[in-house]
């Protein structure tokens, strides 16, 4: 029987670890090519050699997601593989036409083929639309996890847009590590807030290995717990798992892909920032969690947001600055920046699009629908100065910012400018305590 030829369709995370874990040492199937979309420039890059295996000691070259139909023909594939996350089901379908169209078979890989067991106990936290708020989650679990004297290593999502070697396994102690690895802001965004309560996070691209490292890490693992990205499924077979809803989307949950994946497979399901959500878009998330899993667990959560200084926002026209993928693919037009503006009394929010410069004109031709927020970019060193740019240029008396990073760290931002925190505060019985103390219990921890 002759190999098949696959083309794995990603954006630099899930696609890399579907080969990995299925494709790498299989001698059934021939990877010809990788396509990337949703990140800037990380097509034109091979998958290195030194990461493919044996069966690939040339690595494999990575083309832009347009270039799917030609690749096909070319490269003779017999099936492509769809693997990234965050995209509407007539996206996924209509990639599916076009996969098809060219003659290949179009596929999906599911838990059993990609998910990866750990001889520790796996609590993954994952959602349903990037931006309903994972990694406040996290990090209360973490917390709770704590608490109790346990030692947590997180394991995030990968975001490996760089040196995809030297990237096969990272680990995220201090904020010194976050300058030794080079980090985008968005990595940075995932990262500094564990690494700064004084926990332990991997990430990379290898994630078998990573695993067995955090398994093993020096200063000790009694619980892993999975910080997922996007809304992609977890990597690791979860003992207990989390996902995040959010009813400023409601109905979302059902309609892009993997999110519903998750609420599906999901053991708690929580509905969070109830506090700046209207109560019939609430009970609509609720419903629709009760039609995809009549098992799970509900619990309800606000988001908690404080401000580092109120004075710097009240009465003044502002500019704010929020989490990037949110308002990108994410595809919010309120996030945690906006909720601050509003609750401290600002006069104004201030249209940075007049003042946009560089690849952050690119972002706001792509998503149209943004408005008067500007999206922390930063995969590299250009979208950081012109994100720097920008916020200077920006007529406003003084800057929001809405990131989980605190961004005066890396740019220079030349105006009065406060930051913004939000956390998890769960509303009410059952709640992340109560079956966090039963997971303890259950794996005599």
């Keep these: 029987m002759s190999k098949k030829n696959v083309i794995i369709i990603g954006a630099a995370g899930r696609d890399f670890h579907n080969f990995n874990t299925y494709y790498r040492d299989n001698e059934n199937y021939n990877v010809v090519a990788f396509t990337a979309a949703q990140i800037p420039d990380i097509d034109n890059r091979k998958y290195p050699a030194e990461l493919a295996g044996s069966l690939y000691p040339e690595g494999i070259p990575i083309y832009a997601e347009e270039k799917l139909p030609e690749l096909i023909k070319e490269l003779k594939a017999d099936e492509c593989v769809f693997a990234y ?35 520790k106990p796996v609590i993954s936290v994952c959602a349903v639309r990037t931006g309903c ?6 990090r209360k679990v973490i917390e709770l996890l704590m608490e109790q004297d346990l030692k947590v290593v997180a394991v995030r999502h990968p975001m490996p847009y760089g040196d995809l070697v030297a990237q096969k396994v990272q680990r995220f102690a201090s904020l010194e590590d976050l300058k030794k690895h080079n980090c985008t802001v968005e990595e940075m965004e995932e990262y500094e807030p564990h690494v700064t309560r004084g926990n332990i996070i991997y990430a990379g691209v290898d994630y078998e290995a990573i695993l067995r490292a955090a398994e093993q890490d020096p200063d000790g693992c009694d619980v892993i717990v999975w910080d997922g990205g996007n809304n992609d499924f977890s990597f690791y077979k979860p003992d207990f798992a989390i996902t995040v809803l959010d009813p400023h989307r409601p109905g979302h949950e059902l ?17 969070n920032k109830i506090d700046s959500a209207d ?65 401290f009394g600002a006069k104004e929010l201030v249209d940075p699009r007049p003042y946009t410069v560089g690849k952050l004109n690119d972002t706001f031709k792509i998503y149209k629908d943004i408005g008067v927020l500007l999206p922390a970019m930063g995969y590299g060193e250009q979208q950081l100065k012109d994100l720097e740019e920008t916020i200077n240029k920006t007529d406003c008396e003084a800057v929001v910012i809405g990131t989980p990073i605190d961004l005066t760290r890396i740019i220079n931002i030349h105006k009065p400018c406060t930051r913004v925190h939000y956390e998890l505060d769960e509303v009410g019985s059952p709640n992340l305590n109560e079956m966090l103390n039963d997971f303890i219990k259950k794996h005599k921890l």
């Design 85 to 119: 996350s965050d995209v509407k089901y007539d996206h996924v379908m209509g990639i599916s036409a076009i996969v098809n169209a060219a003659g290949a078979d179009f596929k999906l890989l599911g838990p059993t083929k990609t998910m990866i067991k750990s001889n």
């Design 279 to 343: 109560t019939e878009s609430v009970l609509k998330v609720e419903e629709n969690i009760k039609n995809a899993n009549k098992q799970t667990a509900i619990i309800k959560a606000e988001s908690k947001i404080t401000v580092d200084d109120p004075k710097v926002i009240k009465g003044k026209r502002v500019l704010v600055v929020e989490d990037g993928p949110t308002l990108t693919h994410g595809e919010m037009t309120i996030g945690a920046g906006t909720i601050a503006a509003q609750r």
């Design 255 to 271: 309609s892009y892909y993997p999110g519903e994946v998750n609420l599906r497979m999901t053991d708690a399901a929580i509905i």
């Design 133 to 138: 708020g994972k990694s406040q989650t996290t």
